[in-house]
């Protein structure tokens, strides 16, 4: 049993490694040729992607025995039960309770805390985050009962997102866009997909392709609406707070290596379990109290839950000491190299990298081409989203080096999102839409983030909180247009031939 275990473990770490292994190499490959030059702090930022990558193999195993199992099974109850208020309040309460344990989430919060100096509250954004998500997949899953089309509420989203930009203060609307990315990764995008898939399977007259999928749009487009709202309320209606030397920091302080003490690692690692603590709560409520059914393997789904904290603590501590400073010295080095292509490749290449070994997307596009019977080749629905990604962070590193504001980048890409949706197959449109969540992943945002920041940080006349966020924006946005346009292109193919 103990081999087994050790096995398994192994296999999950090697996956982890595999998962960072596109980040090493395009980091490498800038740093030793096209910069010239070994990181500051090498040996910290290893032991950072170590520590990262066994947090990784940790939260997710734990994961595996322990959280999915059972929301998957209280998600297929609830389907049987056909109580409609309780499945909307499920629904609610999952997607509440993950959004606030998602990693890339709290990474981002936190930063947007420091960098706000104190004016954006990290626990207050998640909080806004996690109800915006927690509505998203309350109003998803009665779309699919009442088998309305998805692009209908997503067009009418889009809509209501760029009314509010012309409303919110500059300093939220990249944080804002951002937020739709990161609140789809690997906590919340399993659950919400078994739950929409499982949903559409088990309806007469729904069919799992077209109404499956959109779950994880609705969760990505929500956040923008509630976070600008969210800095409306912060920035016109409340003062700053005072100045406090715990949040005044810089980007660049990250990368000079995180210094922890026992007490503050047992404090960081209470703090964690406490985030889990919610996903605990919905399980153990709806599980005993509205299906009444007890929970199997207790001992199992107890060891899986511990996992789950060890290994996001660890996955946690691995970005202050790794991905975060790496990705603040590279936007440097690139910035002080006086040859913009140079960053634009850089994000490019990391785009694309990442994004062909997202777990998340490699198992959305499994299901995709599973559901659509082959209709869907799932490599090449792969490469459409990772050139996606590739293109939206070559163009949001574009848009910071001119220093844009990022809502004209948006609302035009918004608006060739609608046009392609009045052009493409049906059966691709709510797939292209939860593309644009899945490619945002935890080992992505971090670096994505840090190379944003690190580029406002370093270019003169930029903000570092309006200018440096946004770039996980443009990953998400851009890979709607490229499967929506590899849907287009085989329809036509496909009629020529006929």
């Known amino acids: 049993m103990f081999k087994e275990s050790i096995k398994i473990f192994l296999g999950d770490l090697s996956n982890s490694i595999r998962d960072l292994l596109p980040i090493i190499v395009v980091i490498s490959f800038f740093q030793i040729v096209i910069i010239s030059e070994m990181p500051k702090h090498l040996s910290s930022i290893l032991l950072g992607l170590c520590i990262i990558a066994f947090g990784l193999a940790v939260f997710i195993r734990g994961l595996e025995i322990g959280i999915f199992p059972v929301g998957e099974n209280l998600a297929n109850d609830f389907a049987k039960k056909g109580s409609l208020i309780w499945l909307l309040v499920f629904a609610f309460f999952i997607g ?153 920091k810089t980007v660049t302080s990250v990368a000079k290596g995180a210094e922890f003490d026992i007490i503050t690692l047992m404090l960081d690692f209470l703090n964690v379990a406490k985030d889990i603590l919610p996903i605990l709560l919905v399980i153990v409520f709806f599980q005993y109290l509205i299906i009444k059914k007890p929970i199997l393997h207790i001992p199992k789904v107890a060891t899986g839950v511990f996992m789950v904290v060890v290994g996001l603590y660890a996955f946690i501590v ?45 198992a959305i596009a499994f299901k995709a081409n599973e559901i659509s019977q082959g209709n869907i080749n799932q490599m090449v629905l792969r490469i459409s989203v990772a050139i996606g990604v590739a293109v939206g962070i070559a163009l949001g590193a574009y848009r910071i080096v001119q220093g844009d504001p990022i809502y004209y980048y948006i609302i035009t890409g918004y608006i060739f999102v609608i046009i392609l949706t009045y052009f493409a197959p049906k059966y691709i449109i709510p797939i292209a839409y939860d593309s644009g969540g899945v490619t945002t992943s935890t080992v992505t945002v971090p670096l994505v983030a840090a190379l944003g920041l690190g580029l406002a940080h370093n270019i003169p006349g930029r903000s570092v909180l309006i200018d440096g966020f946004g770039l996980i924006a443009f990953a998400s946005l851009f890979p709607m247009i490229t499967v929506m346009g590899y849907g287009i292109l085989v329809t036509e193919i496909s009629k020529r031939r006929n």
């Open 318 to 362: 691995g970005l202050e000491l790794g991905l975060f400073p790496i990705g603040g010295e590279l936007a440097a080095s690139l910035t002080r190299m006086q040859n913009v292509w140079y960053i634009y490749l850089f994000g490019f290449a990391i785009g694309f990298s990442t994004t062909m070994a997202e777990p998340a997307l490699i």
């Open 96 to 248: 509440f309770s993950t959004t606030i344990a998602e990693p890339a989430l709290i990474a981002i919060a936190d930063k947007a805390t420091i960098i706000s100096q104190g004016r954006i509250d990290a626990f207050s954004l998640r909080l806004t985050v996690a109800i915006a998500v927690g509505m998203a997949i309350s109003i998803g899953v009665l779309r699919i009962l009442l088998g309305h089309p998805v692009q209908y509420y997503i067009i009418a989203g889009y809509i209501i997102v760029v009314v509010i930009t012309f409303f919110a203060p500059a300093q939220i609307i990249g944080l804002a866009y951002d937020s739709g990315g990161v609140t789809t990764s690997t906590v919340t995008v399993p659950l919400v997909a078994a739950l929409g898939i499982g949903l559409a399977s088990s309806i007469k007259g729904r069919n799992p392709a077209i109404d499956g999928f959109g779950l994880i749009a609705f969760a990505s487009l929500t956040p923008m609406i509630f976070v600008q709202l969210y800095g409306i309320i912060v920035y016109d209606f409340f003062d700053p707070p005072p100045t406090s030397t715990l949040v005044i």
